[in-house]
């Protein structure tokens, strides 16, 4: 099956790295992911940013590692949806 377009919406504002490991299935031409969609967690960067000193980690409720369980979650629900799971 085809998908001509995907949108995945997350609760949080993600670091523009993170948005970039979510992976479009190869069956999807169109990827769209909404951020603060249905609620907002916080700011989200990965987990090698976080101690960088940017203004997004000074203020982000998340721990490390979130971002990164945040990608595995969304590529795991793609991956379902085109395969009719």
Do not use: K
């Amino acid at each position: 099956m085809l998908f001509r377009s995907a949108v995945i919406g997350l609760p949080a504002e993600l670091f523009s790295e993170l948005g970039r490991m979510i992976s479009s299935p190869p069956n999807v031409d169109h990827l769209l992911i909404a951020t603060c969609a249905d609620g907002y967690l916080s700011y989200i960067l990965p987990t090698a940013r976080m101690n960088e000193g940017h203004y997004e980690a000074l203020v982000s409720w998340a721990v490390p590692d979130t971002g990164e369980q945040l990608v595995a979650a969304a590529n795991q629900l793609l991956a379902g949806l085109v395969a009719g799971r």
